[in-house]
T-cell receptor
Framework: AQSVSQHNHHVILSEAASLELGCNYSYGGTVNLFWYVQYPGQHLQLLLK??????LVKGIKGFEAEFIKSKFSFNLRKPSVQWSDTAEYFC???????????FGKGTSLLVTP | DAGVTQSPTHLIKTRGQQVTLRCSPKSGHDTVSWYQQALGQGPQFIFQYYEEEERQRGNFPDRFSGHQFPNYSSELNVNALLLGDSALYLC???????????????FGPGTRLTVT
């Protein structure tokens, strides 16, 4: 079955540590890729997106993600996390021919001071 | 610029009852998608409405139905509620125009439905 996998369900980091959250998908055709973030008590917000072109995309708040087509991956990175990055992070994939977003189960990130 | 709004915020229903959830899209958007998010899971796509028609549907039973109005707002109806329908129901809006913007969805705060 087609799916989106996020490798880490819970991540705990100290402030200033580097972050990498994994995301793999199993769709074979053209895909559009997204990372969404949900801060405590807030709704889902778009962090960054990839449609085509440069596989390294930059988003808000210093986040970036790299699309590696051969690995079916779209990992999220941030060089130095802050306490305010504590949130739930969701990877989502849209098959180019459809309209649905297919989400992973999410990764809960806790950044400690 | 008004974002996506949903009502009500919380709802408690009894098994077997019917429920209607409402969504108003972000200003300038004409497409509405509905998602179900169970506890500890990512959102799951229910369906999408564009030009008052269901454009795509996910793997949900016919108990889940929807409607889009001429002003682009939308309703999600769930009949014969089951305990397993307890979840956060999210509405997302986007632009229905062709191209990349049609895939970029903006989410509302959700409606928390509890079925007892």
């Amino acid at each position: 079955a087609q799916s989106v996998s996020q490798h880490n369900h819970h991540v705990i980091l100290s402030e200033a540590a580097s972050l990498e959250l994994g995301c793999n998908y199993s769709y074979g055709g053209t895909v559009n890729l997204f990372w969404y973030v949900q801060y405590p008590g807030q709704h889902l917000q778009l962090l960054l997106k990839y449609f085509s072109g440069d596989p390294l995309v930059k988003g808000i708040k210093g986040f970036e993600a790299e699309f590696i087509k051969s690995k079916f991956s779209f990992n999220l990175r941030k060089p130095s996390v802050q306490w305010s990055d504590t949130a739930e992070y969701f990877c989502a994939v849209n098959e180019g021919s459809g309209y649905a977003l297919n989400f992973g189960k999410g990764t809960s990130l806790l950044v400690t001071p | 610029d008004a974002g996506v709004t949903q009502s009500p915020t919380h709802l408690i229903k009894t098994r077997g009852q019917q429920v209607t959830l409402r969504c108003s899209p972000k200003s300038g958007h004409d497409t509405v998608s509905w998602y179900q998010q169970a506890l500890g899971q990512g959102p799951q796509f229910i369906f999408q409405y564009y030009e008052e028609e269901e454009r795509q549907r996910g793997n949900f039973p016919d108990r889940f139905s929807g409607h889009q109005f001429p002003n682009y707002s939308s309703e999600l109806n769930v009949n014969a509620l089951l305990l397993g329908d307890s979840a956060l129901y999210l509405c997302a809006s986007s632009s229905g125009l062709a191209g990349w913007s049609s895939h970029e969805q903006y989410f509302g705060p959700g409606t928390r439905l509890t079925v007892t």
